[in-house]
């Protein structure tokens, strides 16, 4: 009993322990968007598709982008990596054609991650791809050109992070909301020089992603500074954080990783409720975020699309990453499939993009999605039975119609929901679509 009592409370506590660190405890500016900013937001959502880049000096190890901290490389060893990164391969021409090819509405990529080393042209540090490599060019500068001639938002992942700053000392403990024995007003005052650098040097920036804020829960990180300053520098620019808790006043987007919103398999999640936001779920099309030369199962075209379609369903967009190699060249696992996932988006893109989710929850054989008068039946995973149940769908329906052959399709629409029978429905090994015309 005894044992049975401390386990109760050990859970307990760990449960209102893990509550605690859920929400953001210093004090935050009343935000009030702009009406561009709203626009904006509604512009992310129905993009739907966005293509995630971590690349930096780390790609030379081909073990990930975590490959300093988990190998506990020091740094005045790790930082000769930028002595002979090299990209010559890089085209960012190919890279932005690949994702607009793929149905990406946009980019998200690392101009800084947690090794501190910057992908951009910064004064606020030598440390960076311009100053410290033979390379001796921003690539963010000509990723920018290029995500503008095709019509592809261009967006920033900064790390909060830092593993190799004496003004950040990540071993330090944290005593009111400080780190012990560090200068911390002076790395808020540099990640502000950097943000203000990527808002004013690569014209009008979608978003900043900001990443790295679990490994300092209890920190002052000052994001009512940092959050006035972006709105200030571009009204525009949509606020994302990957911080696992709840929705912190100033955010535009709330962001969950490697979960669709609501769920909670990886363990990011718990307690994390879903808010009216712009919604987005991020992964990778490997293991790791950055470049991984013993990836073994990249994921198939019908995977990503899977995601895609299970995103939508839940109102969220789908932000897939790749990790280019040293050179600066995405591989060709990761291309071709995303070339054959952008034949399918081409195809079936208007029952994806635009559409609105959410609106029953998702099903074991699928998920729903709606535009207009349209409800968009999704099935992808295959059904045994000569008809689909589709549970608690409130609107009233007119018509069925297979997508792909346009066949009508028979149903019986009853209070507990509707059933439509599937018999002359033609196969799709990827994604049966039906399309429901409503009431509206």
């Known amino acids: 009993m005894k044992k049975l009592v401390f386990l109760l409370l050990f859970l307990i506590g760990g449960m209102t322990a893990s509550a605690q660190k859920k929400v953001y405890h210093y004090p935050m500016s009343d935000y009030t968007p702009t009406p561009g900013n709203l626009a904006a937001r509604q512009e992310f959502q129905a993009d739907r598709f966005g293509l995630f880049i971590h690349w930096g000096i780390y790609s030379i190890l081909g073990d990930g982008e975590w490959v300093m901290f988990q190998q506990k490389i020091p740094f005045d060893k790790y930082k000769h990596l930028a002595d002979f990164f090299n990209p010559q391969a890089f085209n960012a021409k190919e890279w932005v054609s690949m994702a607009k090819s793929a149905g990406m509405k946009y980019i998200t990529i690392t101009a800084r991650h ?3 080393f910057s992908m951009f042209d910064t004064k606020a540090s030598d440390y960076n791809i311009v100053d410290a490599t033979p390379y001796g060019r921003d690539p963010m500068k000509e990723l920018a050109a290029e995500c503008k001639k095709q019509g592809i938002k261009l967006n920033f992942y900064y790390s909060l992070l830092d593993w190799i700053r004496d003004d950040y000392n990540y071993k330090n403990k944290i005593v009111d909301g400080v780190p012990v024995d560090t200068d911390w007003d002076s790395y808020i ?7 203000t650098e990527l808002l004013t040097n ?8 900001f990443d790295g804020y679990w490994q300092r829960p209890d920190v ?3 994001f009512d500074e940092i959050y006035s300053l972006i709105h200030k520098l571009s009204p525009n620019t949509l606020i994302a954080n990957n911080h696992h808790i709840t929705i912190i006043p100033g955010e535009d987007i709330q962001t ?5 919103p609501g769920e909670n398999v990886q363990g990011f999640s718990r307690g994390v409720e879903v808010s009216k936001l712009p919604l987005e779920t991020c992964t990778t099309m490997g293991k790791a975020w950055g470049f991984n030369i013993n990836d073994k199962n990249p994921k198939t075209p019908k995977q990503v699309i899977d995601l895609l379609v299970g995103a939508a369903g839940k109102n969220a967009n789908l932000l897939m990453n790749v990790g280019p190699m040293p050179n600066g ?4 696992e990761f291309t071709e499939s995303l070339a054959k996932v952008g ?3 081409a195809k079936y893109g208007e029952t994806i993009y635009g559409t609105q989710g959410s609106i029953i929850p998702n099903q074991e054989w699928g998920v729903l999605t709606s535009k207009g008068n349209k409800v968009y039946v999704h099935i992808i995973k295959p059904v045994k039975d000569a008809y689909l149940f589709i549970p608690n769908l409130k609107v009233k329906v007119k018509s069925a ?8 399709l028979k149903f019986k629409q009853q209070k507990e929901g509707v059933f439509v029978y599937i018999k002359d429905l033609k196969e799709n090994a990827i994604d049966q679509i039906i399309t429901l015309t409503v009431k509206m």
């Open 329 to 332: 060249k995405i591989q060709s």
């Open 114 to 116: 947690h090794d501190g």
């Open 189 to 195: 005052e540099f990640m502000k020089a950097q943000l």
């Open 401 to 408: 119609y297979g997508f792909d052959e346009n066949v009508k």
């Open 202 to 209: 690569y014209g009008e920036i979608g978003c900043i992603w």
């Open 256 to 260: 969950f990783e490697r979960d669709l």
């Open 343 to 345: 034949e399918w988006t």
């Open 220 to 222: 002052n990180w000052h």
